[in-house]
């Protein structure tokens, strides 16, 4: 059974730091375009960052670029998403996706196959 569990959430102030976990069962994350994504409540879901392929292309949305960085330890079979400087407007259900390779993973006509339950971000004093 493919599966896709994050971890790593909770609440923060702002200019904190977390770091979600993405750990993959079922298949091999090397193999494909693995991302993270966000929703607010009333808000459209945003694609934050994504690895499109085994080579290590990455893609960072605008509103992350600098302050977040993904990463892949493939011996742990684990996407990670490094968040630094997190203001209130990063609050947010994080979920991470898996998807075809080779491709523009952050693309709006984009299609992720697999996704996790999510994991909720609170960014506040």
């Known amino acids: 059974q493919l599966q896709l569990v994050e971890s790593g959430g909770g609440l923060v102030q702002p200019g904190g730091s977390l770091r979600l976990s993405c750990a993959a069962s079922?298949?091999?994350?090397?193999?494909?375009?693995i991302g993270w994504l966000r929703q607010a409540p009333g808000k459209e879901r945003e694609g934050l960052s994504c690895?499109?392929?085994?080579?290590?292309?990455?893609y960072y949305a605008d509103s992350v670029k600098g302050r977040f960085t993904i990463s892949r330890d493939s011996a742990k079979n684990t996407v990670y998403l490094q968040m630094n400087s997190l203001k209130p407007e990063d609050t947010a259900t994080y979920y991470c996706?898996?998807?075809?390779?080779?491709?523009?993973?952050?693309?709006?006509?984009?299609?992720?196959?697999?996704w996790g339950q999510g994991t909720q971000v609170t960014v506040s004093s």
């Open positions: 996706a898996a998807g075809r390779p080779y491709y523009y993973c952050l693309g709006a006509r984009y299609e992720y196959d697999y």
């Open positions: 079922g298949f091999g994350l090397d193999n494909y375009a």
């Open positions: 690895i499109s392929s085994s080579d290590g292309t990455t």
